[in-house]
């Protein structure tokens, strides 16, 4: 899949919040007519184009994306003969607005390995975004209910003091969670750079790694492990900064769910940290070997950022990066020195 082809809906999202924020206050300001039928749209647009920018990452056909425009429109169209109907738009805007944030919840906890267009380097990140952007969405569904409630019981005596207090509060953290995660969807491949795909040189009947009896993988999952440690190896595919498992399993050319399960069955990991392992490894291997500064070292195997690079470093080796240095170093000098 072409990522060059997905819907990218990040920079749409922080257009409609800002305009959305504009709009809120026109209507509880000078309140022109025509705000009174936009500000209902422009609510209902958040929830389906925050929902698109995961599933953006999660590798979803771009032809998948219009059904979440129906409720939009449904919307709109109240909005339109509201003056006739009187339906009541904001419970609608709330069950849309909780509906997305469950659904977010859920995909959020369904792991760092469904979302296949994701730098594996962005795995944390993206995951706390997901979550942040989630109970907003919730939020701001109680925040509807409240207006909702205001009108009813109040004559909407307390809406300008609600609608400030969450804008004020919601609108700039999600912004700011979907600007990163459309910073973690990397640029698309050219085939040059994915085809030819590496060749495997292993069969299930040849393959020696380990037994399968002794853990829940299958022998076609030790296969995928030796295809990817192969690959690792010699074509050094973790250097890619830009490494997503959607990109990783046109480069096996293994199916991206194979990849993650095999991985998780055997390692009982997620392939971000499989991954990231490879890269420490050769992290330590150039902090040893090499004079190269700590950072050119972290660009060098394929981490983005430092305080990601010293994370994982710490989860694999248990210190950090020049603590490991100086400790090697010492050592060297040590077997070096006669008398030690």
């Given amino acids: 899949m072409d990522n060059g082809n997905l819907f990218r809906p990040a920079p749409v999202f922080i257009g409609a919040c800002i305009l959305l924020s504009l709009t809120v206050g ?98 944390d990140g993206v995951r706390r975004s997901m979550f942040t952007v989630a109970g907003l969405m919730i939020f701001s569904g109680v925040i509807d209910l409240m207006i909702f409630a205001d009108f009813s019981f109040n004559r909407g005596t307390h809406v300008t003091s609600i609608v400030a207090t969450a804008n004020l509060a919601a609108l700039p953290i999600i912004c700011y969670a979907i600007a990163i995660i459309g910073r ?45 440690d192969a690959a690792m190896k010699l074509k050094k595919l973790y250097r890619d900064p830009d490494l997503t498992l959607d990109r990783l399993s046109r480069r096996l050319a293994i199916p991206s769910r194979k990849i993650s399960s095999a991985i998780n069955r055997i390692n009982g990991h997620n392939v971000s940290q499989v991954v990231n392992g490879y890269r420490i490894r050769e992290c330590m291997r150039l902090l040893t070997d090499t004079d190269l500064p700590i950072t050119d070292v972290m660009f060098e195997c394929g981490f983005r950022t430092k305080s990601n690079f010293n994370k994982e470093f710490a989860r694999v080796s248990g210190t950090t990066p020049s603590d490991y240095r100086r400790s090697a170093r010492r050592q060297a000098d040590d077997s070096r020195d006669p008398m030690a």
Wanted: aromatic share 12%.
């Fill in 26 to 123: 026109l209507r509880w300001s000078i309140d022109p007519p025509s705000i009174r039928f936009i500000r209902p749209i422009i609510a209902a647009l958040l929830p389906p184009i925050a929902w698109l920018c995961f599933t953006n990452l999660q590798g979803w056909p771009s032809t998948r994306a219009w059904p979440h425009f129906l409720a939009p429109f449904a919307v709109a169209v109240m909005s339109y003969f509201w003056q006739i109907w009187r339906l009541p738009i904001d419970p609608i805007l709330a069950m849309l607005y909780f509906a997305y944030g469950v659904q977010l919840l859920r995909s959020a906890n369904s792991g760092p390995d469904d979302l296949e267009n994701m730098r594996l380097t962005d795995a």
């Fill in 184 to 228: 973690s969807v990397p640029e698309s491949e050219s085939e040059a750079d994915v085809l030819p795909a590496f060749v495997r040189s292993h069969d299930p009947e040849t393959t020696t790694n380990a037994n399968p009896a002794d853990s829940n993988a299958t022998a076609e999952d030790f296969v995928v492990m030796d295809t990817l």
